[in-house]
């Protein structure tokens, strides 16, 4: 059993920044994918970054240049740095892990809420 913990959703202006926050209970970067996803109301939820097990990155087009995975292994953390913030980047932000081997269960945190003001 993994969890996934996110924090550091708010409220934030539009042009301001937030960190989110992936507390995983275990390590598990060297066979998990992780990503964060987000999902609007009324809209599908969709995958804004990943990070591979070997520290690879992937973002979605619509937040390129503006948000930044990270993480830090000593402290089975993930992060989404998000810059330059939009009201169109409001929505529920989850972190989720990946198998990289298609051999194990995903893993879903309980998200956390990310509202952007114009």
């Known amino acids: 059993q993994v969890q996934l913990v996110e924090s550091g959703g708010g409220l934030v202006q539009a042009g301001g920044s937030l960190r989110l926050s992936c507390a995983a209970s275990?390590?598990?970067?060297?066979?998990?994918?992780m990503g964060w996803y987000r999902q609007a109301p009324g809209q599908q939820r969709e995958l804004v970054a990943a990070?591979?097990?070997?520290?690879?990155?992937s973002y979605a087009d619509a937040v390129k240049g503006r948000f930044t995975i990270s993480r830090d292994n000593a402290k089975n953390m993930v992060y989404l740095q998000m810059n330059s913030l939009k009201p169109e980047d409001t929505g529920v932000y989850y972190c989720?892990?990946?198998?990289?081997?298609?051999?194990?269960?995903?893993?879903w945190g309980q998200g956390t809420q990310v509202t952007v003001s114009s």
């Open positions: 989720n892990a990946h198998s990289a081997s298609g051999g194990l269960p995903d893993w």
């Open positions: 275990v390590n598990i970067f060297s066979l998990y994918v």
């Open positions: 990070l591979t097990t070997r520290a690879s990155t």
